[in-house]
């Protein structure tokens, strides 16, 4: 018996190191859970506030927003729109019903097309890469037009078929449009998912262009939250299985 050694344990030690274990894991789970609930409903609330969903009902905006498809619009102040922005405006002499064009000039501007094919703002041609490939589509000739201060100068991009400012150059306000009819600006075609609209960066060379909205990050912090509630309750059932096995 001598020969013999004997190991001794020393009781629940490792029950009490599992245990710990156990309980720091399902501190992070609900800690995960709480924080992703924060970021999915906080990204959401944030997109409410910031966007207005609309539906463009005709194809004057091809190709850049089809007819039928849904996009983001950043609630702005008409003051804030530049250049190349699409906005969705309403105007009594247009139409009851808002509608989604280009602000292609903005008070004190002159604007005419087309010389070599091309719009013409303040004597430089615009090059405007977001057009239809047909040369039928793209055309929409009118004469020189300066553009009242505190009013819009406005274009689809599927020129040809577009009821825009060329369409009420005889008005009083010579096809223009006030700011203040300005409700929101495009950020994106979000059904189907297009994504965000190009830089119309040919009107850079007349002056700053807008910066886009906070789209990217509401996106962020919906899918991250969701990310974060998934893996938050999933540490449960694998934590179970963890230690059954």
Request: with cysteine; proline share 7%.
């Amino acid at each position: 018996m001598s020969g013999q050694s004997t190991t001794r344990t020393v009781p629940g030690s490792g029950g009490s190191g599992t245990a710990r274990s156990g309980r720091t894991g399902q501190v992070l789970s609900n800690v995960a859970v709480a924080l992703g609930l924060v970021l999915f409903l906080g990204g959401f609330a944030w997109g409410a506030v910031v966007y207005r969903p609309y539906t463009v009902p005709t194809t004057s905006m091809a190709p850049t927003i089809d007819a039928g498809e849904r996009v983001l619009a950043e609630r702005v102040d008409g003051a804030e729109v530049r250049r190349g922005d699409v906005v969705v405006f309403r105007d009594a002499t247009w139409s009851n019903a808002p509608m989604v064009k280009r602000v292609v000039a903005v008070g004190g501007d002159t604007v005419s097309c087309c010389e070599d094919g091309k719009l013409t703002v303040n004597g430089k041609e615009i090059d405007e890469p977001y057009l239809p490939d047909d040369p039928i589509a793209r055309s929409s000739v009118f004469p020189e037009v300066t553009v009242p201060k505190g009013r819009l100068f406005l274009l689809g991009d599927e020129r040809s078929g577009s009821v825009d400012s060329t369409a009420h150059l005889t008005d009083a306000a010579s096809g223009t449009v006030a700011r203040d009819a300005v409700q929101a600006r495009v950020d994106a075609v979000v059904w189907p998912m297009d994504g965000m609209l190009a830089k119309p960066a040919g009107f850079q060379a007349l002056g700053p262009l807008s910066t886009p909205g906070p789209l990217p990050g509401v996106l962020a912090a919906v899918v991250g939250g969701a990310v974060l509630v998934l893996a938050g309750a999933a540490y449960g059932p694998l934590a179970k299985r963890a230690a059954a096995s």
